[in-house]
């Protein structure tokens, strides 16, 4: 049945023009930025040809274009999300969900399922773009692919939360905002921890970019997949809570 409910989920978001409309300029905007990064290696190619070591395109190219990437779907990610339960709320077909034979739990990992689903169709596109340097130079494969896994458990954690963020209100527009103010809050706030004042680690250890930079460069640490997992269960487990809270009241 989750599954179902992912599949109407994701057949709805791509019959809405919005969608459609997220997917073009967001792919547009992210090839623009690949191919400045190709430039600037090309442009560094004759300099790095006489070092030891020296960073190579996955470094160059990749680890930036995932790092434009994530920030990208910072942006887009509450866009998709408000409509996940505020919509069902706001048209009153909340209750048609309540109705049906099936546990809530069900229904809030159908819609988070559906809803990612739409995010790694744009992931598997973005992915095309590095993978075409494969024609032309060697790609270090393991840094492209935890910087893959990265993308994807950071845009599952922001799908979580946007959804979470959309079960609390039926205006899509404040779902929106309110899950573009705790994504940005969630990623820079460290910030305030960049000195050795007290508590800068605690605030490091809750930031998402702190966890995300590491897989950037190829390094694989089960804490950071570990972070943006717990993420994703804590969120959709409030989103459960929440429906559940709802259902009662009906």
């Keep these: 049945m989750i599954f179902t409910i992912a599949g109407r989920e994701l057949r709805s978001l791509f019959l809405s023009p919005l969608a459609w409309a997220i997917l073009a300029v967001t792919l547009f905007i992210l090839a623009y930025l690949f191919l400045t990064q190709i430039e600037t290696y090309i442009s560094l190619q ?34 998709i999300t408000m409509r996940t339960l505020s919509e069902e ?19 809030v990992f159908g819609k988070y399922l559906g809803v990612l689903s739409f995010f790694l169709i744009l992931l598997g596109l973005l992915a095309l773009m590095p993978l075409s340097l494969l024609v032309g130079t060697d790609l270090d494969m393991g840094k492209l692919a935890a910087g ?21 209100t039926e205006q899509p527009t404040v779902a929106a905002v309110t899950t573009f103010g705790l ?10 921890g960049g000195s050795d004042i007290r508590g800068g680690n ?10 995300y930079e590491p897989l950037l460069k190829g390094l694989f640490n089960s804490a950071d997949v570990a972070y943006f997992l ?17 259902r009662l009241q009906h």
């Design 148 to 168: 893959m896994l990265g993308l994807i458990l950071v845009v599952a954690a922001f799908t979580a939360i946007g959804l979470y963020m959309s079960s609390l």
């Design 183 to 192: 994504l940005l809050l969630l990623w820079i706030v460290d910030w305030a």
């Design 202 to 211: 605690a605030l490091a250890q809750l930031s998402m970019l702190r966890h």
């Design 46 to 79: 004759p300099r790095l040809a006489a070092l030891d070591g020296a960073p190579g395109v996955a470094d160059i190219v990749v680890a930036p274009l995932f790092a434009d990437a994530a920030v990208v779907l910072l942006l887009i990610t509450p866009l």
């Design 89 to 107: 709320r706001r048209n009153r077909t909340l209750t048609l969900l309540f109705s049906a034979p099936v546990s809530m739990t069900e229904i």
């Design 230 to 246: 717990l993420l994703v269960m804590l969120f959709t487990g409030f989103t459960i809570r929440r429906m559940d809270a709802a």
